[in-house]
């Protein structure tokens, strides 16, 4: 069984849905937990940043973390057609500080304009 | 601009024949890190460097090897490339603390 654990997708919402994202991990040193963002061809880019429990939002996109329950997940509210890529989990414990990080394997989003 | 350079962009060899992917950062860094992406398995690390002359291994540091002589560059070397090492690479940097990672746009492998 992987680490973190990622549907792989595609999910396919229309443009100004809700697009919820999630990843379930098994180890529970991890307390720093990432979102990145990659498009075709191109290298991931991070998106959000969080530790340990709890919510936080970014603009359009809100990230939270649930230990207990070793799930977290992120929303982008008001889809747009450029939200269309893979979205990556990674998280790594503190002693990593982000040094070794873990990724999920990615789930492909497609906003339909 | 800041950014993380990989070279070449698409790579086709055959087994055997040794290769390097050369990356480079002008952001100054301090650490720098190899991953390679493969369908379904996602993002794995390589190897990852803290500074000049201090590697270690990822978590999948077999059949690659890397050198940090200098802080801007971080070669991939693939001694005696094999099929299985087919995949897109990704060399990233980031600065110190819980800076993020910036990554480069990739090299895609092809072993034959």
């Known amino acids: 069984q992987k680490e973190v654990e990622q549907d792989p997708g595609p999910l396919s919402v229309p443009e100004g849905a809700i697009v919820s994202l999630n990843c379930t991990y098994s180890?529970?040193?991890?307390?720093?937990f990432m979102w990145y963002r990659q498009y075709s061809r191109k290298g991931p880019e991070l998106l959000m940043y969080?530790?340990?429990?709890g919510n936080k939002e970014d603009g359009r996109f809100t990230a939270q973390v649930d230990k207990s329950s070793k799930y977290i997940s992120l929303f982008i509210r008001d889809s747009q057609p450029s939200d269309s890529a893979t979205y990556l989990c990674?998280?790594?414990?503190?002693?990593?500080?982000?040094?070794?990080?873990?990724f999920g394997g990615g789930t492909r989003v497609l906003v339909k304009p | 601009e800041a950014q993380v350079t990989q070279n070449p962009r698409y790579l086709i060899t055959v087994t055997g024949k040794k290769l390097t992917v050369t990356c480079s950062q002008n952001?100054?860094?301090?650490?720098m890190s190899w991953y390679r992406q493969d369908p379904g398995l996602g993002l794995r690390q390589i190897y990852y460097s803290m500074n000049v002359e201090v590697t270690d291994k990822g978590d999948v540091p077999e059949g690659y090897k890397v050198s940090r002589k200098e802080k801007r560059n971080f070669p991939l070397i693939l001694e005696s490339p094999s099929p299985n090492q087919t995949s897109l690479y990704f060399c990233?940097?980031?600065?110190?603390?819980?800076?993020?990672?910036?990554f480069g746009n990739g090299t895609r492998l092809t072993v034959t």
């Open positions: 180890n529970s040193a991890f307390q720093y």
């Open positions: 990674a998280m790594s414990p503190p002693e990593a500080a982000g040094n070794k990080l873990t």
């Open positions: 990233a940097s980031r600065g110190q603390g819980r800076s993020p990672l910036h």
């Open positions: 952001m100054n860094h301090e650490y």
């Open positions: 969080t530790y340990s429990s």
